[in-house]
């Protein structure tokens, strides 16, 4: 089982997951730590319960999502994963931070690219990788079959789905993505969203009013 952990960072409210093994393998999926005390609430949930991060996830590279890459690259040793289309909005993120007077030091470290299709390990089990652009060239959502949820990012929430007018944003494409890669899962997958509450795949198919089911 890969159990699940959200924190709400930065003033951007921001939901940043830990995934956590029953062997106390564990990943951190865009950790949005911005205040040096959202950094040690990490770190202490972490440390309070012997977990050892094994990877650094992005499910896309907007800067809410990536405050604190290098906070926990740096804390344990990890490379950042991303999808390969990812990396331009990641080299942009602290421009865009000025603009919301939200400076911070970026990440530089070793990038590993996420394949669309292929799986990830942690412990003994598996997230299966999908491509989901439309908010961003690059984003992916990450499922875990076996426990029957998925990490949407900013693709799909509550009621509501991801902005598209920022660069690299494209309505139909975003369309496409939870038509063709969310809305295939079982209805009684969980969704956890990169921002707000969490929702079903079910739910959204029948009252999103933004993408409803054909």
């Known amino acids: 089982m890969l159990a699940v952990q959200k924190f709400t960072f930065n003033p951007i409210q921001e939901n940043t997951y830990i995934l956590y093994s029953d062997n106390g393998d564990c990943c951190i999926i865009d950790p949005g730590c911005y205040f040096e005390e959202e950094r040690q609430q990490l770190k202490q949930f972490i440390e309070s319960r012997k977990l050892r991060p094994v ?10 999502h990536v405050f604190g890459n290098k906070f926990v690259s740096e804390t344990w040793q990890l490379p950042l994963y991303l999808h390969e289309a990812e990396k331009m909005v990641l080299s942009f993120a602290p421009r865009s931070a000025e603009m919301y007077n939200l400076p911070f030091e970026n990440y530089a470290g070793d990038m590993k690219l996420l394949i669309p299709g292929e799986t ?10 999908l491509f989901t652009p439309g908010h961003s060239p ?3 959502s990450f499922y875990n079959q076996e426990d029957g949820y998925v990490i949407s990012g900013d693709v799909l ?12 944003g494209n309505y139909d494409q975003l369309e496409r ?17 990169g921002h707000g509450g969490g929702t079903s795949i079910g739910y959204e198919k029948n009252n999103n009013p933004f993408v409803r089911a054909d």
Do not use: M, W
């Not at 990877?55 to 809410?64: A, E, K």
């Open 157 to 168: 929430f509550a009621g509501s789905i991801g902005r598209t007018d920022l660069p690299g």
């Open 120 to 129: 990830i390990r942690i412990g003994d089990e598996e997230l299966a990788i």
């Open 177 to 193: 993505s939870i038509r063709t890669q969310l809305y295939v899962l079982p209805d009684e997958t969980k969704v956890y969203s």
């Open 55 to 64: 990877l650094l996830l992005n499910t896309h590279c907007h800067l809410d």
């Open 138 to 140: 690059g984003s992916v």
